[in-house]
């Protein structure tokens, strides 16, 4: 008999385990499949979830909340990441996850729905290591789970009509966080810049406590509007989160960041951290003198 019901949908699996198979040959690789598996049913079972099915290295399972489902999620990316005999492969073993929040039909044992495809097809959105999910499944969050995600991008998913936010859940912040002594975070507290200041053709726009983000690309609704053939409409954002400043890229062509050193960092859909000061490109590396290029400050 079929029941209707909202659940967290949650599938995992492990990236390139064709490779895998190819670099460690059939029992090897077999071997660092199962242990994935095996990994990913405990956590969910830890975690009040239950496991639908396993496909090969893949694993589809619900939850009541969807706190319970990225609770379990990072769990399952915690214990691959520091499993000794995963860690000591030539290649190592990673898993991805997608999840979402939604409406499914409860039938023999099995999930049918569109949550379900979308819960899928959040999976092949991620990359190795990620947890990604939607807005759905962000707004069913606990306050303290909804500080750890971000948005990366938007992606229009096979059988939608219209693009679809893709959020990132930031597990492994935490889990550096509650590991380190409180001596060691007092020391890093003091150390950690307070304020970022971003300059752009003669104004100014500061991230600190009071305000935590700033949009860029060349649509008019962004804080900092720079037009261009290789931006985007919504090229990046700059986002202050535990005295930590964090450049996330959505564009198509991707940011530059340079030191004052001459160092030089690319990101396309993905982020990295605003350290010191330098200078900000978009789609291009970015000329001192240019009038594209937009400058940062961080200050204790």
Known sequence: MATD????????????????????????????????????????????????????????????????????????????????????????????????????????????????????????????????????????LSSAWREAVRQIDVATLKGRSHEVALFEVLWQTEDITSMLPAISLARREQHRPRRLLLRYQGEEIVLDEHRTNVTIGRADDNDII???????RLHARIEASRARFVLVDQSTNGTFVCGVHGEEQFVRRDSLPILGEGLIGLGRAPERDAPQTIRFVCEE
Do not use: W
Request: charge should be negative; glycine fraction near 8%; charged fraction near 20%.
């Open 5 to 140: 019901t909202e659940l967290a949908i949650l599938f995992a699996d492990v990236v390139g385990s064709t490779q895998l198979y190819e670099a460690l040959g059939d029992t090897r690789a077999r071997e660092m499949v199962g242990i994935c598996v095996d990994i990913m049913r405990t956590a969910t079972e830890q975690h009040a979830g239950t496991v639908i099915k396993t496909m090969g290295d893949e694993i589809m399972a619900t939850f009541a909340t969807a706190d319970d489902a990225v609770n379990a999620a990072s769990e399952m990316q915690r214990a691959i990441a520091r499993h000794p005999v995963l860690q000591n492969e030539t290649k190592h073993v990673a898993i991805r996850i997608g999840c979402h929040f939604g409406p499914v039909v409860l039938e023999s044992r099995d999930v049918f729905g569109g949550a379900v495809h979308t819960a899928n097809r959040m999976t092949s959105q991620a990359k190795a290591g990620q947890i990604i999910t939607t807005l759905t499944m962000v707004e069913k």
């Open 226 to 232: 720079v037009k261009g053939n290789l931006i985007s």
